[in-house]
Nanobody
Framework: QVQLVESGGGLVQTGGSLRLSCAVN????????MAWYRQAPGKERETVAY???????TYADSVKGRFIISRDNPQNTLILQMNDLRPEDTAVYYC????????WGRGTQVTVSS
């Protein structure tokens, strides 16, 4: 069973940075397409970025050029470096597999003040 524990969220001002981490158990991040998702209040969960097994990365247009997704394979951890944060980035951030995500973690809250 997949277990996901996200951390690193917090309150930052516009233009600030945060680094999110996701400790993964039950799947090997190096062998799966892994993704970060977010859900803002009153909105549906959306895909923020994902990294393929070969290392190729894909980003939502809204975060392209500001966020960087990566893996720490020895630690079996997924990372999201978020730069130049904006109020519209405020959401709960989750990690999971890109294909058939399930067993969602609790997420980590990111709040960007203007």
């Amino acid at each position: 069973q997949v277990q996901l524990v996200e951390s690193g969220g917090g309150l930052v001002q516009t233009g600030g940075s945060l680094r999110l981490s996701c400790a993964v158990n039950g799947v090997i991040v190096a062998y799966n397409v892994m993704a970060w998702y977010r859900q803002a209040p009153g909105k549906e969960r959306e895909t923020v970025a994902y990294v393929a097994t070969g290392g190729a990365t894909t980003y939502a247009d809204s975060v392209k050029g500001r966020f960087i997704i990566s893996r720490d394979n020895p630690q079996n951890t997924l990372i999201l470096q978020m730069n130049d944060l904006r109020p519209e980035d405020t959401a709960v951030y989750y990690c999971n597999t890109f294909h058939s995500p399930k067993n969602w973690g609790r997420g980590t809250q990111v709040t960007v003040s203007s």
